[in-house]
């Protein structure tokens, strides 16, 4: 290649002379070398007048690095020239100055640079590529840079890598993959940093096209040595997380953390209200730091519930960032349906619904307290009728229950720093909070004191009067009011509440003196009529008042008045067989003006019931009897709800107590009333041990009837949870009032259900290991129970009673997919069942009945994916039908 370049174009080069006119000697010409002509360091230099040379820059065609030349030629106003040479290629540049010394300067700088030699790995070296500046490339350049961290368990090499990037053609380019194997290069970018964290690697292929655009680029590499952090086991009963604040020091540079185990994890991001995930050079492994499946860079690694490849995971960090992550064993993650996890700093409130996910899918959150050791529930709403939740110290596998949800009195202050709370069958929302107050913290808040509690006292809560005073935000108070239980005379307190509650998220909560309990806010009547509640002696509400964070003006104020009423107090002298208890005297009484009483109506769990009747109601329109049967149902009864023909009653079972609150008006004036109490024998029926072989369990109440007794009852005990389904016939009674269910047995009530108002009364679940039935009524009354576990594999389960006279059709059809269906068929009578006929209804039918409970314990004695022969006689007492995948109809 020939180059001329003439700075005075008024003389003949036939005069000029060759003066300094140094060549590139051969010994120059290596991978690395930097010359720079005609001297200094790359410079402009000043020549003489009458200058003239010929540069010759050549490249050799076989080399070891198989080499080329980058040239930078520089002449009047410093404005540089890059060209390429070659292998085998020679340019020449050919300087010319006259005779006149007019000062002019020139430069050539020449690189001879390798083609796509890889970087050597030092501690404390710094090294460039393709040189320690700048530099052009040649045109269909094409070469890969792989720059890859050397580790150990103990200790290794990360580096600093600078990307300057300068691609001029529109087919030159730069393809970066980092460590996450992301390509991040923008070629309107021209600087860019990148980590090589030990142990992994990352590349730069570098492509020119085929005309010489002059690009160039700069690859910077530093060499550091550092230390791997430690290796921490995965404990199984606590949570494991890693405060990022804390992991990162201001000692070192790099900072790691590795969690093992003996299976995958599962890592969640913890929600936190100051989470910065943004912060630069940070990284999750899935893996240890020898062994990196997979690198993540902080900023996209915001997992609810990321599942490892192996059984490691590695946090490194290079800067300092406020997060946290919390990591689980596998197998509780999916326990637990992969917990969420948050912190409790400074404030947290969430829901949980088992009832989202799968049947007998427990669901759980992890919380952490990252400041001090507390935390503090604030708040606690159940949502569902049934609530199986609590809270648990460490990981949601840990067996250490710190609290019973269904039972907890909020607030309440837990001294751990971390904690899960487990739902198995509810639906709640909670509010938690970071605390370090400790179990001392009071939230009573200006309670009624002794001296205040005497017959006559008004008590005025907030406030002086019973005008309704505003409330600040963040309120937070739980009012206790009380009456003694060992007061002379019977002393009572009436509670008037009135709600003045604005914020949307401002609340009151009662639970009344007989546990019941109700939500006040700002959608049921603000400023409205005053609720009433009536403390028994001896009995304790209490009324919840909260307000959140922002002020809303709302109002509330409270108003207890203790008295003595003349309540006739049921002796248990007075309880036994025939004996009748008249309330509130013996004889029709007139009661006073403003008179209130509550009655409360036993029986001894030892073999007594009680039927209640009124005999004669009050008379006046605004008088009223409120009764809370033994099932907690609340009816009102007026002076219109009894008459000569009609006379309410309610039975009191064994171990359980009905309440009759009576009250006049103010402006009422003889009223009169009259109770019946009937104690009466309670024929105790036997307790049958749940069996879990093949046999279903079932009972015929009309079987165990004594005909000298109304009572009839039965007690199955359990080891674990029972499920209870109505087995109807034709005959069967489908609504009466006096057939109950004992959750658990007459000495010890969960709860008493009429069998008419449950929910699903073909479908009932305890919550205690024992149930009771209890009947008043004639006639077949047929139930099949199972253990929960038993119950719990199926998508829907029920039972049927076989009816000599009536033929009983009935289907399964599932309603999703995989749906499997269980119904256990009885001859309540004797052995023997008629299938009459089978229809199937869908192409494939995976269905078959086995000869006993729905477990494994029984044996297939049809299978309808085969051809059936009908009608078929089934010598058994009872079978069971699985319906898997299929579509039937049978009688």
Not at 449 to 459: K, L, M, P, R
Not at 872 to 879: A, G, K, S
């Amino acid at each position: 290649m020939w180059l001329k370049l003439c700075i005075l174009l008024t003389y003949y080069i036939n005069y000029m002379i060759a003066s300094n006119c140094t060549q590139i000697k051969g010994n120059q010409i290596y991978e690395g070398s930097e010359i720079h002509i005609p001297g200094g360091n790359g410079d402009l230099q000043s020549i003489p007048a009458n200058f003239h040379c010929v540069y010759r820059i050549t490249v050799p065609r076989d080399s070891f690095y198989k080499l080329y030349a980058s040239v930078d030629k520089t002449g009047i106003g410093g404005n540089p020239y890059r060209y390429i040479v070659t292998p085998g290629g020679e340019m020449t540049i050919e300087v010319v100055t006259k005779s006149l010394f007019m000062n002019t300067k020139m430069a050539i700088s020449v690189y001879y640079r390798a083609y796509c030699k890889q970087l050597q790995i030092s501690d404390g070296q710094t090294i460039s590529i393709p040189g320690n500046s700048l530099q052009p490339i040649p045109a269909n350049y094409s070469c890969t840079y792989v720059i890859t961290a050397p580790t150990s368990p103990t200790t290794g090499l990360y580096a600093n890598v600078t990307l300057i990037s300068n691609m001029s053609g529109n087919q030159d380019k730069i393809i970066v993959t980092d460590i996450t194997g992301t390509n991040d290069w923008d070629p309107d970018i021209s600087y860019y940093n990148y980590i090589v964290i030990p142990g992994s690697s990352m590349s730069f292929q570098i492509k020119t096209g085929e005309l010489f655009m002059a690009s160039m680029f700069l690859i910077k590499v530093e060499w550091h040595e550092v230390n791997i952090g430690p290796t921490k086991p995965m404990i199984r009963d606590e949570i494991n997380y890693v405060d990022l604040r804390l992991l990162k020091d201001d000692t070192s540079v790099f900072n790691s953390v590795t969690f093992s185990a003996n299976e995958q994890l599962v890592v969640s991001q913890v929600y936190y209200i100051s989470v910065q995930i943004d912060f630069p050079n940070c990284f999750v492994i899935d893996g240890n730091i020898t062994d990196q499946k997979k690198i993540f860079a902080f900023k996209n690694f915001n997992y609810a519930g990321y599942e490892s490849e192996s059984n490691y995971m590695t946090f490194v960090m290079f800067s300092k960032g406020m997060n946290a992550y919390v990591l689980n064993l596998l197998s509780v993650a999916k326990e637990y349906n992969y917990p969420f996890a948050a912190a409790s700093n400074p404030g947290l409130s969430f829901y949980l619904n088992s009832s989202d996910h799968s049947p007998g899918q427990k669901t759980a959150l992890e919380i952490i307290n990252f400041e001090s050791i507390g935390n503090r529930i604030t708040d606690l709403n159940i949502q569902s009728k049934t609530c199986k939740a609590y809270v648990v110290s460490g990981s949601p596998s840990n067996s250490n229950i710190l609290l019973d949800l269904s039972t907890a009195v909020i607030p309440h202050y837990i001294d751990v720093n971390n904690l899960s709370v487990v739902a198995e069958d509810c639906a709640f929302t909670m509010d938690i909070e970071a605390s370090d107050g400790g179990a001392h913290e009071n939230y009573l808040c200006n309670q009624i004191e002794d001296h205040q509690i005497f017959d006559g006292s008004t008590v005025y809560i907030p406030g002086k009067s019973i005008e309704m005073e505003t409330i600040s935000k963040s309120f937070n108070c739980i009012y206790k009011i009380r009456t003694p239980g060992n007061s002379t005379g019977s002393l009572y307190a009436e509670v008037e509440l009135r709600n003045g509650i604005r914020g949307v998220n401002d609340y009151i909560r009662v639970i009344d003196a007989d546990g019941n309990w109700d939500m006040m806010n700002n959608r049921t009547g603000i400023g409205g009529i005053p609720r009433t509640f009536l403390i028994s002696p001896g009995g304790e509400m209490s009324i919840h008042v909260v307000t959140k964070f922002l002020f809303m003006n709302s109002k509330f104020s409270i108003t207890v008045k203790y008295y003595r009423a003349s309540c006739k107090i049921i002796l248990d002298s007075e309880m036994f067989d025939g004996n009748i208890v008249y309330l509130p005297g013996p004889t029709l009484e007139p009661l006073p003006a403003n008179f209130s009483c509550t009655y409360e109506i036993p029986a001894p769990a030892d073999g007594l019931y009680a039927r209640v009747t009124i005999i004669r109601g009050l008379d006046k329109p605004n008088d009223k009897i409120t009764v809370i049967d033994i099932t907690g149902e609340e009816i009102i009864i007026n002076s219109t709800d009894v008459s000569d023909s009609n006379h309410p009653y309610w039975y009191v079972l064994p171990g359980s107590v009905l309440t009759m609150k009576v009250t006049t008006a103010i402006d009422s004036l003889n009223s009169s009333l009259l109770i019946s109490v009937e104690y009466l024998k309670a024929n105790i029926g036997p307790t049958r041990i749940m069996r879990a072989d093949s046999e279903i369990n079932f009972v015929d109440m009309s079987t165990l009837r004594d005909e000298r007794y109304e009572f009839c009852s039965i007690t199955f005990l359990s080891d674990e949870r029972i499920v209870l389904n109505h087995a109807f016939k034709g005959d069967t009674v489908r609504e009466n009032p006096d057939r109950f269910v004992i959750d658990g047995t007459f000495s010890e009530q969960k709860k008493v259900y009429r069998l008419d108002t449950l929910d699903h009364w073909s479908f009932f679940q305890t919550k205690s290991k024992a149930i009771t039935i209890v009947t008043f009524i004639d006639g077949f009354e047929g139930f099949v129970l199972n253990r929960k576990s038993e119950s719990d594999k199926f998508y829907f389960m029920d039972a049927i009673a076989t009816d000599p006279i009536y033929l009983y059709p009935f289907g399964m059809r599932a309603s999703t997919p995989d749906a499997v269906m269980a119904t256990e068929v009885v001859h309540f009578e004797a052995r023997g069942i008629l299938v009459q006929n089978l229809k199937i209804h869908s192409d494939v039918c995976k269905a078959y009945i086995i000869d006993g409970a729905p477990n494994n314990s029984s044996k297939v004695i049809m299978d309808f994916s085969k051809p059936v022969k009908m009608p078929q006689i089934l010598d058994f007492r009872y079978f069971s039908i699985i319906g898997v995948d299929c579509q039937k109809t049978s009688a």
